[in-house]
């Protein structure tokens, strides 16, 4: 079964940033899309962002042009640089793939709260 280990969360204010970093004990060069999640408190885990092996990035609407994800198959990791972050981007951040049945399990995530 595949570990994902997610870090880089923490409290930030308005308009900070934050880079947030997923390892995955398993060769994210097999997966063709992987994607950053997120459960803001009393909501369902929603997809955030995902990037494909060739690079091709989307992003929902409320985080686009403010959050870049980033992928390096070698190292197994998946990055995560939030910028400007508002009050509605707090929540805990999970990575996976994308669709998350492939790995088939969570990691722990990590909380990301923005408030002044």
């Known amino acids: 079964q595949v570990q994902l280990v997610e870090s880089g969360g923490g409290l930030v204010q308005p308009g900070g940033s934050l880079r947030l970093s997923c390892t995955a004990s398993r060769r994210m060069s097999s997966i063709n899309a992987m994607g950053w999640y997120r459960q803001a408190p009393g909501n369902e885990r929603e997809l955030v962002t995902f990037?494909?092996?060739?690079?091709?990035?989307k992003y929902i609407d409320s985080v686009e042009g403010r959050f870049t994800i980033s992928r390096d198959d070698a190292m197994n990791s998946l990055i995560l640089q939030m910028t400007a972050l508002k009050a509605d981007d707090t929540g805990i951040y999970y990575c996976?793939?994308?669709?998350?049945?492939?790995?088939?399990?969570w990691g722990p995530g990590t909380q990301v709260t923005v408030s002044s």
């Open positions: 996976n793939s994308v669709p998350e049945t492939v790995f088939g399990s």
């Open positions: 990037i494909t092996r060739s690079g091709s990035a």
